[in-house]
């Protein structure tokens, strides 16, 4: 249930407002299994972080990595102490990268990556993907750049109406030496509302030893596939390839169908023939003025006192509608209607036939590749030694959060319980119950919105507390004994109150009438 929905709820949001109350973020622990756990919450930005210095070749141009980096609390921030990582600077290039704490080897153990991105400011053209940076020699954070080989990029990308969510990793081709990038199909479901309703939303990748990976969005599985047959260009090339040095035949014939060679155009084939002509049956209908033309000078136009007939050339007046026709059917020359002319059948050409030469298409013989190469096992890629983000925002405003790399899938869920999901339904609650403890007068609070109108609720819906069957309209309680609140008569006999009776006659009734005689 979400505050739209819970009016109750949202009432006490305001009262909390109004005193400047937010809930308590805890921020989450940091798990010891985990490569990498990042929640901005502890210590300044460059106790981990580096930002980039190097340079970015691009167009011919030297450009910086000059975009601010700053940590920040959310714009809908709905309780306090919880920061993110914020690329700030609209139209720059960013670069930011941190070490892992422990090297991830892509062995016998699944990788799991997942970090939550917000669009504070919507999206035009910005890209948010995370890189898994390759643990080599040559890795300097400081010079971090487009270049810096990685190992994986994930996350969402949109510019226009291009929305995608990228899971890319590099791959070495054995013979060459090269890497080069696969990139894994896109979802097949809609992914606008991630990028427009200006809210946090947690991506995940996974990614296993059996070459299975899976992509989720706020825990929904948006896609799944295989390395080695759900990406592009293949992991492996195809074992034979058309042979380049081949070419097709002169007397090749790859024609399905052709024109009859025996058959010739009919003798009364009138190719010159219109194909509409005008209805020699219709005629003028009656009112229409022919003399009189449908627009004339206006006569009531002047020239212009700047007017230069050497440089403007004769005036004319301009042209109005003929007030003549307004009232008429039609005016100026009349002509008939066109139609189709029966006589018209166009240019010929002779029927077509099948070809008896039809040889099928061609194509060029097929020979073995000699580029090929089997790799079956393309999830072990290069060691991750850093994560970082290299990117260009039209925007900015975008905000990083909770990074964690992991193999275990509890502990990501952990941490997904603990960061993610403390921000989740039934969070609303929950930040109510956080909000506490570190002021204890909203108990207070609580009572009156939610106690008061429960008990106010309660005594006007059951103003009586009634016991016994539903279906007899008295009251009876649970001894017959005289109680100190019970009616007596002088002498002491209880009355006939004492026994409930209220209106209707019964057995209890008459037994109290039975002892008032005695």
Not at 439 to 465: D, N, Q
Request: glycine share 6%; proline share 11%.
């Amino acid at each position: 249930m979400r505050a739209q929905s819970c009016p109750l709820c949202a009432y006490i949001y305001l009262i909390m407002a109004a005193h400047g109350v937010q809930g308590v973020y805890k921020p989450p622990p940091v798990p010891e299994e985990a490569y990498f756990a990042e929640s901005f919450d502890s210590g300044p930005l460059e106790k981990k972080w580096v930002v980039s210095k190097a340079l970015k070749e691009e167009d011919g141009k030297t450009l910086k990595y000059d975009g601010q980096w700053v940590l920040e609390e959310p714009s809908n921030q709905a309780s306090s102490g919880n920061k993110g990582l914020v690329m700030k600077s609209p139209g720059r290039h960013h670069a930011i990268a941190a070490p892992l704490g422990t090297i991830f080897h892509f062995r016998d153990k699944p990788l799991i990556l997942q970090y939550e991105v917000f669009f504070q400011s919507g999206t035009d053209c910005e890209g948010a993907y995370i890189k898994l940076l390759s643990h080599t020699p040559q890795l300097r954070l400081s010079q971090f750049n487009s270049s810096t080989p990685y190992a994986i990029m994930f996350g969402p990308d949109k510019c226009g109406s291009s929305m995608k969510v990228h899971f890319i990793f590099r791959r070495r081709n054995p013979l060459s030496g090269q890497y080069q990038e696969k990139h894994a199909r896109q979802s097949d479901q809609d992914l606008s509302k991630y990028f427009s309703d200006r809210q946090a939303h947690l991506y995940t990748l996974r990614l296993y030893p059996d070459n299975i990976y899976e992509i989720l969005i706020d825990q929904s599985l948006i896609s799944k596939g295989s390395l080695l047959e759900d990406v592009d260009p293949p992991v492996n090339p195809p074992r034979e390839i058309p042979d380049p040095d081949d070419t097709k035949p002169t007397d090749w014939d790859d024609r399905r169908r052709i024109p009859d060679p025996t058959a010739a155009k009919p003798s009364d084939w009138d190719e010159k023939a219109p194909e509409r002509i005008p209805d020699h049956t219709a005629q003028k209908p009656p009112g229409w003025l022919e003399d009189a033309e449908p627009f004339i000078l206006d006569p009531e136009a002047e020239r212009p006192d700047d007017w230069n007939e050497e440089m403007d050339g004769e005036w004319e007046p301009p042209r109005v509608p003929n007030p003549a026709c307004s009232q008429a059917i039609g005016c100026g020359p009349w002509l008939p209607p066109m139609i189709h002319n029966p006589a018209y059948k166009g240019k010929w050409r002779p029927p077509m036939i099948d070809n008896p030469r039809y040889q099928g298409e061609w194509q060029p013989r097929m020979i073995p590749n000699p580029e090929y190469f089997e790799d079956l096992e393309p999830f072990q890629m290069s060691t991750v030694g850093a994560v970082g983000f290299e990117l260009w925002s039209l925007t900015g405003g975008v905000l990083f959060d909770n990074i964690l790399l992991c193999s275990d899938p509890t502990v990501a869920q952990r941490w997904t319980d603990h960061s993610w999901g403390q921000r989740q339904t039934p969070g609303l609650f929950m930040q109510l119950l956080l909000a506490t403890e570190r002021r204890p007068w909203l108990w207070g609070v609580y009572v009156f919105t939610i106690g008061l109108p429960a008990i106010l609720f309660i005594s006007f819906m059951w103003p009586e507390k009634r016991f016994g069957p539903s279906d007899q309209d008295y009251y009876y309680k649970k001894s017959d004994a005289p109680q100190p609140d019970t009616p007596h008569d002088p002498e002491g006999t209880p009355t006939l109150e004492a026994y409930g009776a209220v209106k209707n006659s019964g057995p209890r009734k008459r037994e109290a009438r039975e002892l008032q005689k005695n």
